[in-house]
């Protein structure tokens, strides 16, 4: 990490970052001041609502070498967006983002919430269009807003970044459906794209989120061409669409990656040439509104996509159900005493040891959502 932020303070001379356009600042909050990097496009007039994009750093990296080193500057140059690039607290020595970790360490959900309200102050933000990406810990923070601010943050995209296992399902709570793209090297030491302990296989995290939005259960699959044959990886690409009201999810699977922004020419082996990842952002992000994406009702959608079968049963159960894989069912008689209580990845039920009669069955996905409906029992 430390060799990769060297080389990009090294090459940061190559990059043309006009002192008028990139304001250095900061927000009172939580007992301290938070900083940041606001970089204003030379197009800017105030004149209209322009869409703001929150750039995250990763763990031990900063605002100024975020901006070196995902470029997105050039896009918003001629795209006419403002894009923000914070600064995390520090945790022993180095700077970090709460990605859900405790809630006894700083509050960066309320930090990034608020630096939204202050910009919008002085800046004329488009709020119906404000996003989130970032780069590992700040793909993780990405994915935490996507959770925990979705009535602010449209869309989000994480780069080599995942989802910390104590945040899956029950402590993820989208009020509506958001757009994610996930963009990962299979070879990635930092974040592994098999998962670890405290991380999410990375094809979880984009069956998560697939889930979420209600997206088609497969995914319209191309390979990236290799127009890059000296960077030693190609490039996946997976669209599941189809979502609820116009979401999607897109994989970007680097194959042969590391924990690298793809696009970066500097980035050294493991970096993908044959995609740019922040242009790929700017695509899936402009495509999103925060109007267009409604408030949806989880326990409705997950009811309507469950189906019991046979109803009356005799000896099984089964529900029919195309996104689950994992499911919780409880089974109560018409006094209310629970007969049946399991995890099932089989999706059917075994009725033998209950007599005939009505019951109610409570059924709860591995995101939380709950769907109530009862069966008789011959």
Not at 10 to 25: C, E, K, M, N, P
Not at 135 to 151: D, F, Q, R
Not at 164 to 190: E, K, L, W
Not at 243 to 263: A, D, R
Request: glycine content about 8%; hydrophobic content about 35%.
């Amino acid at each position: 990490m430390k060799k990769r932020l060297l080389t990009i303070l090294f090459i940061s001379a190559l990059f043309t970052i006009q002192a008028q356009t990139t304001v250095i600042d900061s927000i009172y909050i939580g007992g301290q001041y938070r900083s940041y990097r606001l970089y204003v496009p030379a197009i800017y007039t105030g004149s209209s609502a322009r869409p703001l994009i929150l750039n995250l750093h990763g763990y031990t990296s900063n605002a100024q070498q975020q901006q070196l080193y995902a470029n997105f500057m050039p896009i918003a140059d001629t795209a006419n967006f403002l894009m923000v690039y914070p600064n995390g607290t520090y945790s022993s020595g180095q700077r970090f983002w709460n990605a859900g970790l405790s809630s006894t360490l700083v509050n960066d959900i309320a930090f990034l919430s608020a630096l939204i309200d202050s910009l919008d102050l002085t800046y004329n933000i488009n709020l119906n269009r404000v996003y989130s990406t970032g780069m590992s810990n700040g793909g993780y923070m990405s994915h935490t807003l996507a959770c925990e601010l979705s009535n602010r943050i449209t869309a989000i995209a994480s780069v080599t970044g995942s989802i910390f296992s104590t945040q899956y399902g029950a402590n993820c709570h989208p009020t509506r459906p958001v757009p994610v793209m996930q963009i990962h090297g299979t070879n990635d030491p930092t974040v592994p794209y098999a998962g670890s302990s405290a991380s999410m296989h990375v094809d979880s995290v984009v069956r998560y989120w697939r889930k979420k939005n209600g997206c088609n259960p497969t995914a319209i699959f191309s390979n990236v061409p290799n127009t890059s044959t000296s960077d030693g990886c190609t490039a996946e690409h997976y669209l599941y669409g189809n979502g609820m009201s116009g979401s999607t999810v897109e994989l970007f699977k680097i194959i042969g990656g590391g924990h690298t922004w793809p696009g970066f020419p500097f980035g050294g082996p493991g970096t993908n040439l044959d995609i740019n990842a922040s242009v790929e952002i700017w695509r899936f992000f402009n495509k999103y509104t925060l109007s267009m994406l409604t408030a949806v009702d989880e326990n409705q959608v997950f009811s309507q996509s469950l189906t019991l079968y046979p109803n009356p049963a005799n000896s099984v159960l089964n529900i029919k159900s195309e996104n689950e894989s994992m499911l919780s069912v409880e089974i109560t008689d018409v006094l209310g005493k629970v007969v049946l209580s399991e995890k099932t990845t089989t999706h059917s039920i075994s009725l033998t040891h209950m007599q005939t009669g009505i019951y109610f069955v409570s059924v709860k996905n591995e995101s939380g959502a709950v769907a109530n409906m009862k069966f008789i029992k011959e």
